[in-house]
């Protein structure tokens, strides 16, 4: 695996880079991203470019060894460009712009920019297309960062009509799959048709599903444009997008299978203090993140890049954009680089190499102080790279026998509808990780599309919209297959099944949710040894249930390798369900708390430490039967590390 570096020589004096480029390299980094937000300098005047000044930093940086990721710098689009083209902008729900003065202020929509877009992508495919120092190019950057999925601006308000017409053919056919009888909402032309937004109330939840599709197609279409405009200057170098974490405000899936490979940001500690957390799991893990945090999204991305993935962004120090922004634990920079490697990552890059004392990110910590003294964490960088040294090159492919079907769409429509403030998708596809990684289990995401037959089991947090064909392919899968609550709930258009809850999964599950109920999350309703909160189902069916309630009320039930669960399960309930399928297959599952986690890579076992205490690992070792090669300690501390060999 390599390791690398974010760096702006557009930010520092020509006199520093020389330097800068050898202590990269002496500090065991071979790759450095360039590029991505450097339109201003590269095209000061319109069709004025200046290509000398970044001429030379990729030669000085070349010339010490390093391997450059190149970003095209459509992320932000410079000023002369917004004030002749003001129709780029993003707009608001209220069709407002959204003006200059930071960055992704473009429409994913707008003609213009996409015009734009492809001529500026262009000229630097053909300025370093064939330079061999250019080993990676990136399309833009995180891609929906700030809210920009969606703008209501005229080319989106006219290419989502174009959209709505190519998917339903005739009005009529819309106004009925939509159901825009209720509240008089029929249409008679498609030109009538706005995006769902600034409403006085709930806009229509179909029309709202449509536009979040339609939104995400426009990523998508403009990543693909990009791609098109690299590809026939830079041939079969490698192109990636660097994707944010818990992000899904458009469908990775359609992105990804257009990259050579994924990458994405990782900031432990700023989405822990950003997300749904309790206070105690925020400060029990302050400094450390949340212990599966990262690896959701390594698995996630994995599965994005087909296999191939990166990290491009990774958290050296206390961020800036957080609500509190704390520094890691000593240890921890060097625990995430190395629990990427044991995901299957081929790079991790750090955010950035020097903090930058002006802007909009000066708080933000790199590798170097302002004042270009080295921060501490390059003590960790350094041991991580002799390591990995040490434990030699690995491109092996290990599969999991158990995997997650995540799903962005189903994430919209529990944002468009989610009956109960506190019912989140994410969060729930989290706890069932959560869930597994507790028990010790590696884990492959896939999509709704992919082959279900590679796997022993597969859970289903929710999948709402199920449709009779991929009933039959999990049916005929031979896995053992755990589905969440409110599968099977809806249509494609976002109306209720017919036949009610879980819709075409009763073929193979006969039993019918017949009312249900969202609960304040200060509530609960207990078990033996678990609860539920958030979501209860009340279900009609002859089906003797696997877990009941207090009450007698019933909320897990099985007919043969299908489970479905009728309430928002804790954690408890989660591993009890697991425990009996994995036991059915044969897997080996171990107990491993809150704090340790585990990944397996080409014969060797990482162990993670994310907790305050330290950890014994002589029980497990001897447990799981292996070997220990680092370190040569019976325990492992905050932040620490073991590697064992199996």
């Given at each position: 695996m390599k390791l690398g570096v974010c760096y702006y020589p557009e930010?520092?004096?020509?006199?520093?880079?020389?330097?800068?480029?050898?202590?990269?390299?002496?500090?065991?980094?071979?790759t450095v991203r360039i590029g991505e937000f450097a339109w201003s300098r590269i095209e000061p005047e319109p069709g004025k470019y200046d290509w000398n000044w970044l001429d030379r930093a990729i030669d000085i940086l070349s010339a010490a060894g390093l391997e450059i990721i190149l970003g095209t710098p459509t992320a932000t689009p410079p000023k002369w460009l917004m004030d002749r083209e003001p129709s780029i902008y993003c707009c608001d729900e209220f069709g407002r712009p959204r003006k200059f003065g930071s960055r992704r202020h473009y429409s994913f929509s707008s003609q213009v920019y996409r015009r734009e877009s492809q001529r500026i992508v262009e000229a630097m495919a053909e300025r370093y297309g064939g330079n061999p120092a250019i080993t990676m190019?990136?399309?833009?950057?995180?891609?929906?960062?700030?809210?920009?999925?969606?703008?209501?601006?005229?080319?989106?308000?006219?290419?989502?009509?174009?959209?709505?017409?190519?998917?339903?053919?005739?009005?009529?056919?819309l106004n009925e799959a939509w159901g825009t009888v209720f509240w008089s909402q029929e249409y008679s032309d498609f030109e009538q048709i706005d995006p769902p937004l600034a409403t006085v109330t709930e806009a229509h939840p179909a029309h709202r599903l449509d536009w979040r599709r339609f939104s995400s197609d426009q990523v998508a279409d403009y990543n693909q444009?990009?791609?098109?405009?690299?590809?026939p200057a830079i041939g079969a170098t490698p192109v990636t997008h660097n994707f944010m974490g818990h992000f899904n405000q458009f469908d990775h899936f359609p992105v990804g299978a257009q990259l050579s490979i994924a990458t994405w940001d990782s900031y432990p500690?700023?989405?822990?203090?950003?997300?749904?957390?309790?206070?105690?799991?925020?400060?029990?893990?302050?400094?450390?993140?949340?212990?599966?945090?990262?690896?959701?999204?390594?698995?996630l991305y994995r599965r994005m890049g087909g296999g191939r993935f990166g990290v491009m962004e990774?958290?050296?120090?206390?961020?800036?954009?957080?609500?509190?922004?704390?520094?890691?634990?000593?240890?921890?920079?060097?625990?995430?680089?190395?629990?990427?490697?044991?995901?299957?990552?081929?790079?991790?890059?750090?955010?950035?190499?020097?903090?930058?004392?002006?802007?909009?990110?000066?708080?933000?910590?790199?590798?170097?102080?302002?004042?270009?003294?080295?921060?501490?964490?390059?003590?960790?960088?350094?041991?991580?790279?002799?390591l990995l040294a040490?434990?030699?090159?690995?491109?092996?492919?290990?599969?999991?026998?158990?995997?997650?079907?995540?799903?962005?769409?189903?994430?919209?429509?529990?944002?468009?509808?989610?009956?109960?403030?506190?019912?989140?998708?994410?969060?729930?596809?989290?706890d069932f990780y959560t869930g597994l990684r507790k028990l010790g289990m590696d884990v492959d995401f896939i999509s709704r599309n992919d082959t279900y037959t590679d796997y022993d089991v597969i859970v289903v947090p929710s999948l709402p919209g199920v449709s009779e064909n991929e009933v039959a392919r999990l049916r005929d899968s031979g896995a053992a297959v755990i589905l969440g609550p409110r599968t099977g709930s809806k249509t494609a258009v976002l109306s209720i099944s017919e036949g009610l809850a879980p819709g075409p999964l009763q073929a193979v599950l006969p039993l019918k949710a017949h009312y249900v109920e969202s609960m304040h999350p200060t509530h609960q309703e207990s078990g033996a040894g678990f609860s539920v909160r958030h979501w209860l189902e009340h279900i009609e069916s002859e089906l003797?249930?696997?877990?009941?309630?207090?009450?007698?009320?019933?909320?897990v039930w099985s007919a043969g390798a299908f489970t479905y669960i009728s309430a928002w399960p804790d954690i408890g309930l989660i591993t009890a369900i697991l425990l009996r399928r994995l036991e059915e297959k044969s897997i080996t599952a171990i107990d491993l708390g809150d704090d340790l986690r585990l990944r397996r890579r080409n014969g060797r076992v990482f162990a993670f430490n994310y907790g305050p205490d330290?950890?014994?690992?002589?029980?497990?070792?001897?447990?799981?039967?292996?070997?220990?090669?680092?370190?040569?300690?019976?325990?492992?501390g905050t932040g620490e590390v073991a590697i064992f060999s199996v």
């Open positions: 930010h520092w004096p020509e006199t520093m880079w020389k330097d800068d480029a050898e202590r990269m390299r002496a500090l065991g980094l071979s190019w990136q399309t833009d950057n995180e891609y929906g960062c700030h809210d920009t999925v969606e703008s209501n601006d005229n080319d989106a308000q006219v290419a989502f009509r174009h959209w709505l017409k190519q998917k339903y053919g005739s009005i009529d056919v444009m990009q791609i098109d405009a690299l590809t500690l700023g989405f822990l203090e950003q997300t749904w957390w309790p206070r105690e799991t925020k400060l029990r893990f302050m400094r450390t993140g949340h212990p599966d945090f990262a690896g959701f999204h390594h698995d990774q958290q050296p120090g206390p961020v800036n954009w957080a609500a509190y922004n704390p520094a890691p634990a000593p240890g921890m920079v060097k625990l995430w680089t190395l629990e990427a490697f044991a995901h299957g990552a081929s790079l991790v890059s750090y955010f950035r190499w020097r903090q930058a004392p002006f802007a909009q990110e000066q708080m933000h910590a790199g590798l170097n102080r302002p004042d270009n003294v080295p921060s501490p964490v390059q003590r960790e960088i350094r041991e991580t790279s002799e040490r434990l030699g090159p690995d491109d092996a492919d290990d599969k999991s026998r158990v995997a997650l079907l995540f799903d962005y769409e189903a994430d919209w429509l529990f944002d468009i509808q989610p009956q109960g403030q506190s019912f989140n998708y994410a969060r729930l596809c989290f003797e249930p696997d877990f009941r309630l207090d009450s007698g009320q019933g909320i330290d950890i014994s690992i002589t029980k497990l070792a001897d447990t799981l039967d292996m070997r220990q090669i680092a370190p040569k300690t019976s325990t492992i």
